[in-house]
């Protein structure tokens, strides 16, 4: 894994121009320009939507954005509108809209793996009286796709569709060592990780040298471990889904470290490798991996 230098960002993660990524990625698939107006559009509301419950004003939104309060006014107008973004009374706060929970839910409704998997992690919840996750991974992120929740302790929001970065996660974690490369460990790891691994509590592993040798750890065992990294007093456990090539999605289990020892421990794992085995068997066939297997 990269490391940052004077030189520059060592990782393709992090924020900047919508325009320009779109400009550099051009130059990677075959010289189709971004739309700048659009790579805009989706910079404003993915924005918005990482803000949850805090909304914001035009000026925060034009200098997250570096761009002309002008541009970004029109944009919102637009975006209101149709319901993509809404805004306060005083017309000066603005949020993420209604529509945007129609291309949220679409996308849950129609994904062929999230259904699946669902049933398994409900029995698994049951099983373990534990809090169960199925997650996947986008970009440096985990997205929360389905959570069911131990009976002992509820949590007064849901998870679905909320992000975590994935260095401090045992389901991103998990599938960042299923992208470990033996020539050149750091390689498929490097877009995923931002540049700066910002601490989310004291045990948050910030190091890029570190992270890597966890991730090492991490294949050699065959399941990650998230030690309090996210939240104070929860270890959590982490097992890619490995029905695509390479795994883009993984489960977790969320415990309090006050009741786990290594009995639990144990069992947890196994009924986590388990459910991982009875959901690759249900699952579709990925094409890459079969084209791959074919040798086209």
Known sequence: MSRPSSDGPAFSGGSGDAADGATAKAAQT????????????????ELLASRQNRPARLRELSEALGAPRSSVYALIRTLVEHGWVRSDPSGTLYSIGIRALLAGTTYLDTDPYLRIVQPHITDLSAELDETIHFGRLDRTDIVYLATRESHRYIRPFSRVG??????????????LAERLDATAPGAGVDPHVPRELTPLTPHTLTDHDALLRDLELTRRRGHAVDNEENYAGITCFGLALRYTSPATDAISCSVPIAGLDEDRRREILAAMERTRLAIERMAPVDPSAADLAAGI
């Open 30 to 45: 075959g010289g189709v320009r971004g739309v700048k107006s659009a790579a805009r559009t989706v910079e404003l509301l």
């Open 162 to 175: 909320r992000r975590l970065p994935a260095y401090s996660t045992a389901m991103g974690k998990a599938l």
